[in-house]
């Protein structure tokens, strides 16, 4: 069989997708990169926002109009609006977040045990080769109620994979020759909560790290509230990467409170100290939303303050988007679209100059670098773009393609371009 497989939104539906086409390949099918060409399209919809959920319901109509056989909906918006996703022409089938796992099993009649003894092998999916780094699902939804939040609602309560069929997905991906593998989950500083006993992040990355052929190891986003400065201790393993990405959403204590977020930008300012003290080159990043409804000219400087006093590697900056169901939909004072925009652009400009200030002290250094793009120009040789542990994204020129391989680089000066550095091959 050939299959079409497409997803938007996060790295859990990247990798979730990855893990669908990992099956069907370990069992001889074909995924191809042209819906027109397949017997059968997935798309793994996402709902975050109102662009996102036009988006999911573009990608459906595309995998049908260019004649996919079959057209399965799948992930959050498909989930929080399955009529409307049935209703969309040619879409035959919707399958919830939580029978996702069920779908390859259904279509190829397998049951879970005969799926779970498959020897598989992680690739990228067609026409994806930049995804050099192999994304993990360990764990899925969210007990928290941030208020802007359709995540909760799409994804259910937390529930963790094991540490078994976390290390099982991971050497699939060595297996398939991925150098880094991200933890990715909903929340996933939750991990092993669920569990009776219950265990901690601390425990899924100590088992990890145990005794595999794991390259380098990255964590997606951490809550800070779920964050245990115990963890800091596995960073003596060269192997996790030096960069953690610490969601902020608001710098002030009302906006915090009233976005249902239980932490307050003290605690926070602690946590990034303590993180500092055992990890000295970190790269920090993080997100914020610009335009929270009732979010007061003061708070939004505020928020812009605290940014540059945590001095930020980087950061992703949302623009409030209104989501039916949640709570913040209900809250008076939306703001001006125009405003909120107004507000975005501001914020990125403090993101921008903190992360040229710290690739700024990495010039003149040696870095590791893994190559995630390599392109041939026209004097033959290679251009590459890639990313060191901690997470600044180098350039550099080279004879020899050298895409997924990691090298050692002199950083010689900043690219302003892409907000990253330039730098020259060391010798092997
Ligand atoms: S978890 Fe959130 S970002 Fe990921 S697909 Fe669902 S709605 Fe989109």
């Given at each position: 069989m050939k299959l079409f497989l497409d997803t938007i939104g996060c790295r859990l539906n990247q990798s979730e997708i990855e893990s669908i086409a990992n099956t069907f390949r370990a069992l001889g099918h074909q995924v191809v990169g042209d819906p027109a060409e397949a017997d059968l399209a997935i798309i793994n919809t996402c709902a975050v926002t109102v662009k996102a959920a036009a988006d999911s319901r573009k990608r459906l109509r595309h995998a049908v109009r260019a004649g996919a056989g079959k057209v399965i909906a799948t992930g959050c918006w498909a989930t929080l609006y399955p009529d409307e996703a049935l209703a969309?022409?040619?879409?035959?089938e919707v399958y919830l977040n939580d029978q996702k796992d069920e779908i390859a099993g259904d279509i190829l009649g397998l049951r879970a045990e005969e799926i779970a003894a498959l020897s598989l092998i992680r690739e990228p999916l067609p026409g994806d080769r930049a995804r050099t780094r192999a994304f993990i699902k360990v764990q899925e939804g969210c007990d928290n109620h941030c208020t802007y939040c359709l995540t909760r609602l799409a994804r259910g309560k937390s529930q963790s994979r094991t540490v078994a069929e976390v290390r099982r997905d991971i050497t699939a991906a060595s297996a398939g020759g991925a150098k880094e593998v991200v933890l990715t989950g909903v929340?996933?500083?939750?991990?092993?909560?669920?569990?009776?006993?219950s265990l901690t992040l601390y425990d899924l990355i100590a088992g990890v790290l145990e005794d595999s052929d794991l390259g380098r190891l990255r964590l997606s986003s951490i809550e800070p509230w779920d964050f245990?400065?115990?963890?800091?201790?596995?960073?003596?393993?060269?192997?996790?990467?030096?960069h953690l990405h610490i969601p902020l959403?608001?710098?002030n204590d009302h906006l915090l409170h009233v976005m249902g977020r239980p932490i307050t930008t003290a605690g926070y300012a602690d946590l990034i100290e303590k993180i500092r003290v055992a990890i000295p080159d970190v790269a920090l990043t993080t997100d914020v939303i610009a335009g929270f409804p009732g979010e007061t000219v003061e708070e939004f400087e505020a928020t812009k303050a605290f940014i540059q006093q945590m001095d930020f590697a980087g950061g992703h900056v949302f623009t409030y988007s209104p989501r039916p169901g949640t709570a913040a939909y209900k809250m008076k004072g939306r703001l001006e679209p125009s405003l909120a925009k107004e507000r975005n652009a501001s914020l990125r400009q403090v993101f921008h100059a903190l992360g040229e200030a710290y690739s700024a002290c990495f010039n003149g250094t040696e870095v590791s670098v893994l190559w995630e793009s390599s392109e041939q120009v026209k004097d033959g040789t290679w251009r590459l773009s890639g990313l060191t542990s901690n997470y600044l994204r180098v350039t550099a020129k080279s004879?020899?393609?050298?895409?997924n391989k990691i090298s050692e680089v002199k950083i010689t000066g900043l690219d302003l371009k892409r907000n990253g550095l330039k730098g020259e091959l060391l010798p092997v």
């Open positions: 969309l022409e040619g879409v035959s929340e996933l500083g939750a991990w092993g909560g669920d569990f009776e006993p245990e400065p115990r963890i800091l201790e596995l960073w003596q393993d060269e192997r996790l990467c030096h959403q608001a710098g004879d020899l393609d050298r895409w």
